[in-house]
């Protein structure tokens, strides 16, 4: 239950919008139940599932924006893509309870500099600062190199200061 | 900017994660001390750091946690 949970709060954190993080978790955790028993090493289940639930970020988002549903891996998209992936608002009534309650717990200026970031910049953000991820581990679940995965990092985090300050 | 703000850039990251040794931290730290550009950058990065940190640590809501042990407990059942 531990490992759901902080899926459902990485899903949180990356979509900002607790409709999308509850879609996702539920299809990461279909997705868990089929292949567990593939995963031996009880270490790599947590990489493994926050792959599956960044993939999942990645095609809700997709679908969000009205882009094509069709999944691109992280490692083929160029940075253009990742700057040109549109911010889409939700307008839920149904959810703007929840939606205030993690306003009200998570500082607004971080939330708002995280959703301003390029996706895959996000997530790495979050993995690395926000649910402590090594960045070895992070370059397991993304598929990046470990090199790759501190480059990001570096650009992630100015880009977030940028933001930050500017609010 | 110059080519030591450059090269201080390049490293910031690594050397805000301890990564770096002590002569490369040392050019880092003096560079600082002559670029209030740079010792700018390394304030904020400290400071988003920081704040990233306190939201990772701080818990979500009950009501949120409840939600979402609710989805997996159905999640489980229909299995």
Same mark, same amino acid.
């Given at each position: ?41 009880? *270490? ?7 792959? @599956? !639930?960044? /993939?999942?970020? &990645?095609?809700?988002?997709? $679908?969000? #924006? ?8 992280? *490692? ?7 700057? @040109? !992936?549109? /911010?889409?608002? &939700?307008?839920?009534?149904? $959810?703007? #309870? ?70 | ?79």
């Amino acid at each position: 239950m531990r490992s759901q949970v902080a899926a459902y709060r990485f899903s949180l954190l990356v979509c900002g919008h607790p409709e999308d993080a509850e879609d996702v978790m539920q299809d990461a955790l279909l997705k868990t139940y089929r292949y567990v028993r593939d995963i031996a090493n009880p *270490e790599a289940f947590r990489t493994w599932l926050y792959r @599956t !639930v960044q /993939t999942a970020c &990645l095609m809700k988002r997709r $679908r969000r #924006a009205g882009e094509p549903s069709r999944f691109m891996p992280l *490692e083929q998209r160029t940075e253009m893509d990742e700057a @040109t !992936v549109r /911010t889409v608002e &939700l307008a839920d009534p149904a $959810r703007a #309870a929840d939606q205030k309650l993690i306003d009200d717990s998570t500082d607004r200026r971080v939330q708002r500099a995280l959703q301003a970031l390029p996706p895959a910049y996000r997530m790495i953000v979050v993995m690395r600062e926000m649910e402590g991820l090594s960045t070895r581990e992070v370059a397991e679940v993304t598929g990046y190199s470990e090199a790759n995965v501190k480059t990001r990092l570096r650009r992630a985090r100015l880009m977030l200061r940028r933001h930050l300050e500017a609010s | 900017m110059n080519d030591h703000c450059r090269m201080t850039l390049a490293r910031i990251s690594s050397y805000l994660d301890g990564e770096l040794d002590t002569p490369a931290c040392e050019t880092i730290e003096q560079h600082c001390r002559d670029c209030s550009s740079c010792r700018e950058v390394v304030r904020g990065l400290r400071e988003s750091i920081g704040l990233c940190h306190q939201v990772g640590t701080s818990p979500l809501p009950e009501p949120i946690l409840a939600r979402a042990r609710a989805s997996i407990r159905q999640l489980l059942d229909e299995k």
